[in-house]
């Protein structure tokens, strides 16, 4: 759309209220982003404008890739943005439009995205709210109030409360042995640190986190070997863990999951617009599985199992969905023990890439058993 009154419509097949939109915009001269609105129209009467930024694309040259437009070679060009509506139902013509106040050069729009988001969830009984320790939602940074919320729940292995609202979590913390919970993705929102520290680290069993949204604020890939931001998610799951309906965006990777995870089971993650792998499975896992997920422009393999000094174990990537990876592979397995990659769809690879590689690269454990 580079013109004002250029448009493109899509037609509801199924009743919604949200949005996601993929997009791409112009990187600004001397990178680093711009925002820029775009009109949102529903069977011909205007919604609002959507707020779109390149903030979180278009990074240039050789591996690791920087920001820097001088360097050439642009990639990671899209981003996405999701947005809460009133309900519309099947049939509604859906148009985006650059109209006059739309300042963009120009816009390129990938798809649309619809569902029907369910109500927010209620806190259980019993459970520890965060706002209950100071945590006020949108407000400073709410650490302390995460960890005193995790030191209240851990002697009974109760439930932490994150309620709706966006909450700040800039640094990262221990967790073992509570249930960290929200009141769905579309609602509760963990806001990671500008420098892209913050998040939790696992260390122990009877792990389990659902229902909200990790955002960050990554905006380039970490050189290899140099730790510069944190995963959101990381560590040792230990037995007992569990993670559901878990949303990550703008994020150096969506889970690292660690030496000492066993029997971790990972199911309905959307993790998109990363820089580095969605997922890695990491050196000595065991009996892990993560299923129907959703995995889009990753910025290295989109599933890794990677079994670097030790094997990863007996441990699957089943049923998930694989779109776009900038770079890298769809999945990927490098080494190990009786691991698998079943019934997964993966499309659109970009840069060296193939949709499954089963490698020796990077010099892992060798593999073993049936992969």
Do not use: C
């Not at 404008?49 to 890739?65: E, I, K, Q, R």
């Not at 706002?131 to 009974?156: E, H, L, M, N, R």
């Amino acid at each position: 759309l580079a013109n004002t009154g250029h448009q493109v419509s899509f037609t509801l097949t199924q009743p919604t209220n949200s949005l996601v939109l993929r997009y791409s915009i112009p990187d600004a001269p001397g990178g680093g982003g711009q925002s820029a609105t775009l009109a949102l129209y529903a069977n011909g009467s205007k919604v609002r404008d959507l707020n779109l930024t390149s903030t979180y694309a278009w990074v240039y040259g050789a591996y690791p890739f920087r920001g820097v437009p001088s360097d050439g070679t642009p990639r990671h060009f899209y981003d996405e943005i999701h947005v809460p509506l009133a309900s519309y139902p099947a049939g509604t013509v859906f148009k985006l439009q650059k109209d006059s106040g739309n300042t963009a050069a120009w816009y390129d729009i990938d798809f649309i995205e619809t569902e029907v988001v369910p109500a927010a969830y209620a806190m259980p009984a019993g459970a520890f709210s965060i706002t209950s320790y100071g945590a006020v939602s949108g407000g400073a940074d709410a650490t302390s109030a995460f960890q005193q919320a995790i030191a209240a729940a851990q002697p009974s292995g109760g439930v932490v409360w994150v309620p709706a609202g966006t909450f700040k979590l800039p640094t990262r913390i221990n967790v073992s042995g509570v249930t960290i919970r929200g009141a769905g993705p579309w609602y509760s929102t963990v806001e990671l640190g500008d420098n892209g520290r913050g998040g939790f680290y696992a260390t122990g069993n009877n792990i389990k986190m659902a229902d909200f949204l990790m955002l960050g604020k990554v905006t380039l890939r970490d050189p290899d070997e140099q730790v510069l931001s944190d995963a959101p998610l990381e560590g040792n799951f230990g037995t007992g863990s569990l993670l559901q309906n878990l949303w990550f965006e703008h994020t150096k990777v969506g889970l690292w999951v660690d030496s000492g995870t066993n029997g971790l089971y990972a199911t309905g993650l959307r993790i998109r617009n990363v820089f580095a792998d969605g997922v890695n499975i990491h050196a000595n896992v065991q009996n892990t599985v993560m299923d129907q997920s959703v995995i889009r422009n990753s910025g290295d393999d989109a599933l890794a199992m990677y079994s670097r000094g030790s094997a990863v174990t007996n441990s699957a990537y089943v049923r998930n969905t694989v779109q776009s990876p900038v770079l890298a592979n769809g999945i990927g397995i490098y080494g190990g023990n009786g691991n698998r990659a079943e019934y997964n769809v993966i499309q659109d690879t970009v840069v060296g890439s193939s949709g499954i590689t089963v490698s020796s690269r990077f010099s892992p454990v060798p593999f073993s058993g049936t992969t």
